[in-house]
């Protein structure tokens, strides 16, 4: 515990102040736009709807037109409310969760782990921590649970934001009463934020292995970001995009299958780069992402276990 607390002490620095800024910023500056476009669809008529003479459809191609139409205005309708619910000061923990789960928190991530890490070869001060500590598999362990839990902190930070400005940017929007009771806007946050704690265990352990290979600040976080979004770019293509394990975060998160006109409030910013084709199941990405959070933590080990350390 000692060892946690001081790797915990060493991501007290500018760098994790700033980007915990950041990102509870970007949530915030989401959120404004969000609200402001949800105020514009509650203030403007849905349009006229067609009749089938006018389409010059008939029989079972008119219902399928009109079924679909229906469907467009209770959307258009329902977006304001929806956004009110997501703005909500408990719900607002299932915003943050599903923004940190996905691409933000990923790069977020990123930088903490090339200067946590990645660092402690650049600043050559890793073998004076394993000369204290002489186990390396102990220096790595306190390593990952201490980016983990700057990752949770994002979380946290991200939801304390929201659900200061949510609040103000309803009323000022004039947005409708949001359609769930405050036991099911926690207990969606709840839900929310207990899986996107898996989400960022797997974040940092990519980041933990990125930092033994790479041995420096820069390849770190470049590694990072860059496995990240190899995978997202992975995920576009039908054929694999099941085995995938972007496609296997949006399973464990529940994020929609290609979510999103950017005109709304986004969940995530991760399930509109993915293939609506071929998704795995809620289990099947709990499985995914143990087996790969697994296989970068023993990799990590073998190759730190391995490696020399001068300096």
């Not at 408990?90 to 969760?97: D, N």
């Not at 090339?114 to 390593?143: C, D, F, M, P, Y």
């Not at 399973?251 to 709304?264: I, L, N, Y």
């Not at 991760?270 to 071929?278: D, E, K, L, N, V």
């Amino acid at each position: 515990m000692r060892l946690l607390g001081a790797e915990l002490r060493k991501l007290a620095r500018p760098l994790s102040w700033g980007v915990a800024g950041a990102a509870a910023l970007f949530c915030v500056l989401l959120a404004v736009g969000g609200a402001h476009n949800a105020a514009l669809a509650a203030h403007t008529p849905p349009g006229h709807q067609p009749t089938c003479p006018e389409l010059r459809l008939t029989g079972a191609r008119c219902g399928r037109a009109m079924t679909a139409e229906r469907a467009r205005l209770r959307q258009f309708t329902a977006q304001p409310a929806q956004v009110a619910g997501q703005l909500g000061p408990l719900a607002a923990g299932a915003e943050a969760a599903g923004l940190m789960a996905s691409l933000p928190g990923a790069l977020a991530l990123a930088l903490l782990a090339g200067a946590h890490i990645g660092g402690e070869w650049s600043g050559r001060t890793l073998k004076n921590v394993l000369t204290q500590r002489g186990r390396r598999w102990q220096v790595l362990a306190a390593k990952l649970a201490s980016l983990w839990l700057a990752g949770a902190a994002l979380i946290a930070v991200c939801w304390a934001a929201l659900a200061i400005a949510g609040p103000v940017l309803i009323r000022l929007d004039h947005l409708p009463a949001a359609h769930q009771t405050a036991a099911q806007a926690l207990g969606l946050a709840a839900a929310q934020a207990g899986r996107a704690l898996l989400v960022l265990a797997v974040f940092a352990a990519i980041g933990l292995l990125a930092a033994v290979l790479t041995r420096g600040t820069i390849g770190t976080t470049a590694a990072t970001a860059g496995t990240l979004i190899c995978l997202l770019i992975l995920a576009t293509l039908p054929g694999v995009a099941r085995w995938t394990p972007a496609t296997w975060v949006q399973a464990w998160m529940r994020f929609p299958a290609g979510q999103a006109s950017v005109t709304t409030l986004p969940s995530n910013f991760w399930s509109r780069f993915i293939s609506a084709t071929g998704q795995p199941s809620h289990l099947a990405g709990l499985a995914g992402l143990a087996t790969l959070l697994a296989a970068c933590v023993l990799a990590a080990m073998v190759v730190f276990g391995r490696s020399d350390v001068s300096g």
